[in-house]
């Protein structure tokens, strides 16, 4: 099955934005069997036309996103119609998408939002939970063309639920992806792609018959492997024995997800002390359902001041050690732990950058801590680390190497 | 002059790569003035023959990133020999170009870098200093195309310096852009996109020869518009007249760093009390470069006992009026106010779902709560808002929502 995705908006060709759409879409469908055979971008208004004109004359299936707000250049619904050469009517079912969405949100409709409302005869309407533009589904061999045609909208919350719900199904039910072949991701944190291509590639390779791709993120490598359940299920083993300290999940779900799931199955509750990260791990935790279970206190001791005043953090080891060094997180997690009464604290304390840095504490430099209760009996370790990124990278990086170590003791100690 | 970018490399449609080659292209080209008219991203190999094939009908100037390596799959140069009709062939000045790259690393040349000395006939050679491929620039009316081609490598610090120094001259000699058409991009929150199109719209394309255009985010909108200075100017003033309270900015910098810097400008400092958004306005804040010198303290109470303790919300309060109150909302932001000695405190308390909603108080329902210290007295308020959007779009629009008024309440100050 060929298929071709077509990105609208201008914003991606000024520079101003990033295309992650494309990246995305090209995961999700390798996640079927599929791959992307060429990607268009064009601006808002009619260059829209002849990229589809193009793309439906070589495709079996084109997914189009953006174009479909109620502004004068979003046209994409228009031009759908006029290259098929069938019409745009008002579309009840498309009508109600669009009223339900303002009368949940208990807003007024302006009349812009009609044009939303439009769908060219004979293609489905595709709701949209998060937002006010329908989708469109143009099924093979409607009008003039043999190509199933899905319109998305542009904002990645709305395009991605929509994705998942109405263009996930029906590009299954198109396609004929062999049977038993499909496509296994595994995440692993702290271990770099360049390791697993030196000590893991050739042995993976020698399974034969099993595709193997890397993709690489700040402080996470998923590793894919493509082809048949047993030789995909193998592959995953040898990994995960190679590396079981990195080793997240392989089910696709977020570190901070797993970690509030093995928090939870070993009945344990968590709080953060933040300097340097700033809330980040607090955040991150708290994107997760039901976060609340298990996480309760974050303190995000910014100043030294709030150190003292937060976590009782003693003003002589700030002023003997500096706010940056072993002794201060060892307080900040211990503070943690006796002031919200979990089970266990973590802290972080490091030079973030730009500013800030010296010779003997450079920009990058962070010192992990961690304090637990174990049978009545409060432990706390501490741990140097170094991640001179910038900024908002070395945020993300200790986020995670915190989390990991969450995920570590909680899964060590519900072993024991 | 109509442009168009072609991008090579399977990773870009697998979704393991980003593809930031676009952007960057389309960023450069904007500073002379010049518009990417259509993006295409096609795999390694054979596909790119025919994606420069449809672009050299209807272009003036193609830049094709990628493809230029020593492997099999790397075809660009031979690909654009075919489409033009031209012969390819060992090239003096590329060859040089070749061997002077390993001598100057002290390393072999492989005999699969030999192809990277191979040029289409009549091409000129681009001297590649940071890499072994040596970029192609083929000037219009050469073989059966009137098309400027420019060939790049892929690796982004090759291709970024190969544009500064050979394309962008190059192009500035081919076009004739008019004196002074630029771009001016406007943030605001608050208001949306329907709202600009039914309220402005109108009025923005009355000034005439005014290209106008919306990006909308969570929580935020970018308004674009391209045009000369003047007629931006007018634009934009228009527009920051109609939406006061909803302009964030014209420079393109983040809702938080404009908050800081306002911060910094006021003289005033900041603490956040967070329940629902659980560290997110904390993390947003501390992503910004010197925020220290305004951001001190962050509470996030996400369990009932951590709002008594770490903030001096009542117990009574609780009881009585529940976690997500109004009351509960204005004590959590003068217990940070009076704990941190701040002069401006921020709270939130609400249903981030999708658990926890009830008729009285469903899922979205958010309490945002400020307090600030005014000639030495104590002011709070505190306002309702619903945002049912789902958990991590509810976060964001949150944070965004008290980030904004943060900004407001900042720039009011400053007017006293």
Known sequence: MRIEVINTGSELLLG?????????????????GLRVQRLTVVP????????????????????????LGPTSDDVTREAVAEVLGVELIEDEHALRCVVGFFDRLGKDMTPSNMKQALNPVGADVLPNPHGSAPGVYVPPRLGSSSCAIFLLPGPPHEMHAMYDAEVAPRLKALTDVPEGDGVKMLKFSGVGESRFQDELDTALHGIGGLEVGYCAR?????????????????GGAMAVDAYPEAFINADGRSLEQTVVE??????????????????MIASRITDVSGSSKVFTHGYVTYADDAKV???????????????????VAREMARGALERSGVDIAVSVTGVAGPG??????????????????????????????????????????????????VLRYTRERACK
């Not at 005043?309 to 002794?327: F, H, N, Q, T």
């Open 16 to 32: 101003s934005t990033l295309n992650t759409h494309g990246a995305w879409l090209g995961q999700q469908l390798m996640n079927l």
């Open 44 to 67: 808002d208004g009619d260059a829209i036309r002849d990229a589809l004109d193009e793309s439906l004359k070589t495709s079996d299936a084109v997914i189009v996103t953006g174009g």
């Open 218 to 234: 700040p402080g996470e490598l998923d590793l894919r492997l493509i082809g048949s359940e047993e030789k995909r299920e193998r």
């Open 262 to 279: 093995a928090l939870e199955f070993g009945g344990l509750t968590l709080a953060s002390a933040e300097s340097c990260t700033g809330g």
């Open 309 to 327: 005043v937060m976590l009782g953090v003693a003003e002589d080891s700030l002023g003997r050690y500096g706010a940056v060094s072993e002794e």
């Open 356 to 405: 800030g840095g010296s010779a003997d504490k450079p920009v990058g430099l962070v010192w992990l801590g961690m304090s637990v209760r174990e049978d009545g009996e409060v432990k706390t370790f501490a741990e140097k680390r170094f991640y001179p990124n910038g900024r908002v990278l070395f945020k993300q990086l200790v986020s995670q190497a915190v989390l990991m170590k």
